[in-house]
């Protein structure tokens, strides 16, 4: 039997705790627009919101992505509180109860390094011409569709260059320079990158 006292101790404890599971409940209850970073990956975003790759599938279907392993810096989703992903567009973002919660400030501050960096490489001519550089758009068409921020994995931007060869520089410019350089040095012309594309499906 309870007494009086030990009555009012229990009642107050598991009122306490249903006030706190229902105030965290309603800080939960917010939405998330994510915006995709140079770098990302579907598992890198499921990991930041579900800390595991639970949300891969879901991410690509309800956002259309027909190859888990590609996805554009840019390209906005909504995820909602309860788990669920949603394709950014003007109606759901107007919908959303949306919580800025840190995440872009955390992206800004880790691309801010990033800017400084194209900032200081953005004169770069290639000096490819004539068949050299349809060659070379010939390439670009079919690793990224000419996109500059194209990712695949750790591949980066229109000539979907190894991360590690554009050393955290992804800029126009960058891209450009390394990829003259990359080419020189393995196939010695576009049209030689070119052709061993075309027979093996990669440069």
Same mark, same amino acid.
């Given at each position: 039997?309870?007494?009086?006292?030990?009555?009012?101790?229990?009642?107050?404890?598991?009122?306490?705790?249903?006030?706190?599971?229902?105030?965290?409940?309603?800080?939960?209850?917010?939405?998330?627009?994510?915006?995709?970073?140079?770098?990302?990956?579907?598992?890198?975003?499921?990991?930041?919101?579900?800390?595991?790759?639970?949300?891969?599938?879901?991410?690509?279907?309800?956002?259309?992505?027909?190859?888990?392993?590609?996805?554009?810096?840019?390209?906005?989703?909504?995820?909602?509180?309860?788990?669920?992903?949603?394709?950014?567009?003007?109606?759901?973002?107007?919908?959303?109860?949306?919580?800025?919660?840190?995440?872009? =400030?955390?992206?800004?501050?880790?691309? @801010?390094?990033? $800017? *400084?960096?194209? !900032? &200081?490489?953005?004169? /770069?001519?290639?000096?490819?011409?004539?068949?050299?550089?349809?060659?070379?758009?010939?390439?670009?068409?079919?690793?990224?569709?000419?996109?500059?921020?194209?990712?695949?994995?750790?591949?980066?931007?229109?000539?979907?260059?190894?991360?590690?060869?554009?050393?955290?520089?992804?800029?126009?410019?960058?891209?450009?320079?390394?990829?003259?350089?990359?080419? =020189?040095?393995?196939?010695?012309?576009? @049209?030689?990158? $070119? *052709?061993?594309? !075309? &027979?093996?499906?990669? /440069?």
């Amino acid at each position: 039997m309870i007494s009086k006292k030990n009555f009012a101790k229990v009642s107050a404890t598991l009122g306490a705790v249903a006030l706190g599971v229902s105030a965290t409940a309603t800080a939960a209850n917010a939405d998330t627009i994510y915006t995709v970073q140079s770098g990302d990956t579907l598992s890198g975003i499921s990991y930041k919101f579900a800390k595991d790759n639970s949300m891969v599938n879901d991410l690509a279907k309800k956002n259309n992505i027909q190859d888990i392993n590609k996805i554009y810096v840019g390209q906005k989703l909504i995820i909602k509180s309860d788990g669920e992903i949603q394709e950014y567009n003007a109606q759901n973002a107007a919908n959303a109860n949306v919580a800025n919660n840190n995440t872009q =400030a955390t992206q800004q501050q880790a691309a @801010q390094p990033q $800017q *400084a960096q194209s !900032q &200081a490489s953005q004169s /770069y001519t290639s000096n490819a011409s004539g068949s050299e550089a349809a060659a070379k758009a010939w390439i670009a068409a079919r690793e990224s569709g000419g996109n500059y921020g194209a990712t695949n994995g750790q591949y980066i931007g229109k000539y979907q260059l190894s991360a590690s060869y554009l050393n955290g520089d992804y800029s126009v410019a960058n891209q450009e320079r390394v990829a003259d350089q990359y080419v =020189a040095s393995r196939y010695g012309s576009w @049209q030689n990158a $070119q *052709a061993h594309w !075309q &027979a093996n499906g990669w /440069y």
